[in-house]
């Protein structure tokens, strides 16, 4: 019998740790998820006072330490209230217990007649037999006491009940603590809502206590769904929110500020990228009670950033296609060279065999110098330059390249209805013109797929001729709100990383630029169309020059012409060129010979032809040699590609003419008639 009992007694201790140990993890709870302390400190002793069957259980604050009043109380059934009657008592009536509570100790009364008379007759009133009490201190400071009071029958305090109630009041204390820290920061909050960046304040659980517009923003949430919840509760990705919370922690446990660069998708569903720091915030102590973050959105940073990867890539590829032109224009030069050679020699022969095989060969040669010609449009980083374009040109040019990047399922429709259109504009803008249209086409198609019509008509605008550039997709199209913003500078409802938001605005710029006009016209369900008016440029028509046979070339007064070329074959093909058309030419195989033949005769030559890539003495440098020794003599520029000197500079530095290979025998011709023109006008 003696064994059961002493079995019964364990499990009774044992059950009654466990629903202390569960009384304390409910308290601690509501300190720890709620924002109001006053309702935490109201539940908190309900339960004390469920549990333990006490009559009433309470909480006094200390005043100026004159007086003490009742906050908090809590009553069992059949128990009066007294918390009304107890809101100014001066030490002097309760001191016996007032002063050993400040020396941090316990105070209790099996019998309170065991009391001072005085403080006998305070409790007597309230029909109190026993009492508990024990300090709260709050940053080290007597802040006032929680307490116990039967008044059913005298009662015997445990040991059990007087750790309860010790613990509690550290719970209670601590909760304090948070509250006047909090209470604190909360005086800086209207500093932080006008705020750009997120800033927010956070208690050890990693719930927030203040969130500026900024942070509830990206959120994408309301306040009264952010304040006192942590990032589990509130974002979407909970490995998002594990990562935050884990920086929380690490702050928390270091008690050293945290720098942090991440990427973020907030429950509105947008992405952004921000630059974060937290720290650590401590009480009058030293010790962590929460943390501040500051979050800089720099999601357009980033996207510049992306841009200027993008651009120095660009810059490299247009160094690789500068390489690669000038050494494919080089060995164009060669085919096209001999081709016409060839041509002009058998013209009169009965091989028309021959002249139908070298027209195909003829044609790619050009067809390959327009692609060449078109990639350093697009990758060059020169300053706009203005001439005359062929619009209807570079339409038909820009399509090729489009129809090479656009998925299958997406048509390009060739609808230019007319033959020939010029403009005073820079080549490389018109693509780019052009391009940015397709992009948006392409963006909102590239699902379902679709088609995009490209078209130029002649229209007459304000007693003005124009060229009418229209781009029309049969996508979603736009509703009003949206179609009436698309020209703004960054304005896009493409995803963050899709899009900067500056396509339709740089064709806006272009168009603007040249005094054009642009209009859109969108519905929903309708598709949209782009219309951008050019002025048209009205020129005389130049009839090109032909090829003339060897044999037909007229008897006219030949030159003697320089050709400088470090490449032997294009020597050789310059030299046949100019002898078909009866001129008197010598060649070079570098810079140097040619400078030094010059100085010895400088009257020697009427014209000098020179490449500006050569080794150890370029064109460019070579040709100032002999400016300066002669400044009237013609010199033209020959390059495959050359980023060291462009034509305007080369006619600032006294050149006649600069030609890009490969070029044609009318070309040489235009410019020795020049150059004969001038020697007759003198």
Same mark, same amino acid.
């Given at each position: ?445 590239? &699902?379902? $797929? =679709?088609? %995009? /019509? *490209? ?10 001729? !124009? ?45 603007? &630029?040249? $005094? =054009?006009? %642009? /209009? *859109? ?10 219309? !951008? ?48 058309? =009866? ?100």
């Amino acid at each position: 019998m003696k064994e059961v009992a002493e079995h019964r007694e364990a499990e009774d201790i044992i059950a009654y740790n466990l629903r202390q140990q569960e009384l304390l993890s409910n308290i601690s709870q509501r300190f720890h998820y709620t924002q109001s302390i006053d309702n935490a400190i109201n539940s908190s002793l309900g339960m004390l006072g469920n549990n333990t069957g006490v009559s009433r259980v309470y909480i006094f604050e200390d005043i100026e330490g004159k007086f003490c009043r009742n906050t908090f109380e809590w009553c069992n059934k059949g128990i009066k209230p007294e918390m009304q009657n107890l809101q100014k008592v001066p030490y002097e009536e309760i001191a016996n217990m007032t002063s050993i509570l400040a020396e941090e100790k316990i105070f209790f009364a099996t019998d309170i007649k065991d009391l001072p008379e005085e403080f006998y007759n305070h409790l007597h009133v309230r029909e109190i037999k026993s009492l508990l009490t024990l300090p709260i201190f709050v940053q080290e400071s007597f802040f006032g006491f929680i307490g116990f009071d039967e008044c059913q029958e005298h009662r015997t305090w445990k040991n059990s009940e007087i750790e309860l109630l010790r613990t509690v009041s550290n719970i209670i204390a601590s909760g304090y603590e948070r509250k006047i820290h909090f209470d604190k920061l909360k005086q800086y909050q209207f500093m932080v809502e006008s705020a750009n960046d997120a800033i927010f304040f956070k208690d050890l659980e990693s719930r927030y206590v203040i969130a500026n517009k900024k942070t509830l923003e990206v959120l994408g949430l309301p306040a009264e769904q952010v304040i006192g919840k942590n990032d589990y509760e509130i974002m979407k990705s909970k490995e998002q929110a594990g990562k935050n919370v884990q920086d929380d922690q690490d702050v928390f446990t270091s008690g050293k500020a945290k720098e942090i660069t991440k990427r973020m998708a907030g429950n509105n569903g947008k992405e952004y990228w921000f630059q974060a720091i937290k720290v650590p915030q401590f009480d009058d102590n030293g010790k962590v009670v929460g943390l501040v973050g500051i979050a800089r959105d720099i999601t357009r940073h980033r996207e510049m950033e992306t841009e200027l990867r993008h651009s120095q890539k660009m810059a490299a590829i247009g160094t690789l296609a500068g390489g690669l032109a000038h050494e494919f224009n080089n060995l164009l030069f060669m085919i096209t060279g001999n081709v016409q050679l060839l041509s002009a020699n058998i013209k009169s022969s009965a091989c028309e065999d021959c002249q139908s095989f070298l027209e195909p060969i003829s044609r790619a040669a050009k067809r390959a110098t327009n692609l060449v010609r078109q990639v350093l449009t697009f990758s060059r980083k020169s300053e706009k330059k203005v001439e005359d374009v062929d619009l209807v040109g570079v339409i038909r040019e820009g399509m090729g390249m489009l129809r090479a990047s656009l998925p299958t399922t997406i048509e390009i429709v060739d609808s230019v209805g007319i033959d020939g259109g010029m403009v005073r504009a820079d080549s490389s803008q018109l693509y780019q013109l052009l391009v940015n249209l397709c992009a948006n086409s392409k963006y909102v198609l590239q &699902d379902s $797929g =679709g088609t %995009i /019509e *490209i078209g130029l008509y002649r229209e007459t605008r304000k007693n003005q001729p !124009v060229l009418k550039l229209t781009v029309r997709d049969d996508g979603p199209g736009m509703p009003p709100e949206v179609k009436d913003r698309v020209l703004e500078p960054f304005f896009t409802t493409k995803p963050v990383g899709d899009g900067s938001g500056m396509g339709l605005s740089v064709v806006h710029g272009i168009v603007e &630029d040249y $005094g =054009g006009d %642009i /209009e *859109i016209e969108s519905a929903v369900g309708q598709g949209t169309s782009v219309h !951008v008016y050019l002025p048209e440029y009205i020129e005389a028509e130049e009839k090109a020059a032909e090829i003339p046979p060897a044999a037909e070339v007229a008897e006219k007064k030949s030159l003697r012409i320089m050709v400088v070329d470090d490449e032997p074959e294009l020597c050789d093909i310059m030299t046949f060129m100019l002898e078909t058309l =009866g001129q008197q030419v010598e060649a070079f195989p570098d810079g140097e010979s040619a400078l030094a033949a010059f100085t010895e005769y400088p009257d020697r030559f009427d014209l000098v032809f020179t490449d500006q890539a050569m080794p150890k003495l370029s064109g460019k440098n070579m040709a100032v040699k002999m400016l300066k020794i002669r400044p009237d003599i013609p010199i033209v520029l020959i390059t495959g590609y050359s980023d060291v000197i462009d034509p305007d500079e080369a006619e600032k530095l006294g050149f006649l003419d600069y030609l890009y290979k490969p070029f044609d025998v009318p070309d040489f011709e235009k410019v020795i008639n020049r150059v004969r023109n001038k020697i007759e006008a003198s």
